[in-house]
Each structure stands twice: as structure tokens, then as C-alpha cells.
Nanobody, 125 residues
């Protein structure tokens, strides 16, 4: 098990940028793939992006391709989500999640075992 804590959310105007962080404690973090999900108001949780364990590949939702970038710093046990050109429709609670060790989950949130508490991102028009 890993414990995950998100930070970096906030209020930003459309076109602006934010960087979210997901910091892990517990087990060897580089053995875990990490995904970011979001839940807009009144809607279901949706996949945003995932990075594989160690320095594995990335996978992005079409809605964020070219605007969001995921990266990881295993020395700091942290995964980052750089969000540029933000739109009002990006408004949501953002969650990071980890799968089980040495496993790269897909876009289904049920494949992730460990979740952070979420951080609010609000984009004003």
C-alpha cells in the first residue's frame, strides 16, 4: 500500500496554468503506476492521464492531450500534473491514484487500489 496526498489545486482563469503534485509515502513509489482522475460537479469520475511504473509510458484522455503533461520524480516520490491552457470544463476535483506494484492499469478507476483525498481545481471563464 502507498498513501497519496495531492496538492496544488486552486482557482485560475481560463487559459492559465496549474501544477498538481501527488506525493506518496509507504512503499517503493517507482514500482507503482500512477493515474490522475477528475470528477466534475454532478458528473462521474473520469480518467485524465496515467504514467507507468518506474519510467513507463503515458496515456492521456483526448480532452487533455496537448495541454496536460504528467511526469514523475521517483527520488521525491512525487508525480506531477502540469495543466496548461485550462478551460472552464477542466473544473473538477482531481485525484491521483496508484495501482498495485509492477502493474500498469488502464483508464478504469476500478483498476487503481490507492487514492488520494483529492484537490479542487476551478477554472473561471
Amino acid at each position: 500500500q502507498v498513501q497519496l496526498v495531492e496538492s496544488g489545486g486552486g482557482l485560475v482563469q481560463a487559459g492559465g496554468s496549474l501544477r498538481l503534485s501527488c506525493t506518496a509515502s509507504g512503499r517503493t513509489f517507482n514500482n507503482y503506476a500512477v493515474g490522475w482522475f477528475r470528477q466534475p460537479p454532478g458528473k462521474e469520475r473520469e480518467f485524465v492521464v496515467r504514467i507507468g511504473w518506474n519510467f513507463g509510458g503515458t496515456s492521456y484522455a483526448d480532452s487533455v492531450k496537448g495541454r496536460f503533461t504528467i511526469s514523475r520524480d521517483n527520488a521525491r516520490n512525487t508525480v506531477y500534473l502540469q495543466m496548461n491552457s485550462l478551460k472552464p470544463e477542466d473544473t473538477a476535483v482531481y485525484y491521483c491514484a496508484a495501482g498495485r506494484p509492477y502493474y500498469t492499469p488502464g483508464i478504469d478507476y476500478r483498476q487503481y487500489n490507492n487514492w488520494g483525498q483529492g484537490t479542487q481545481v476551478t477554472v473561471s471563464s
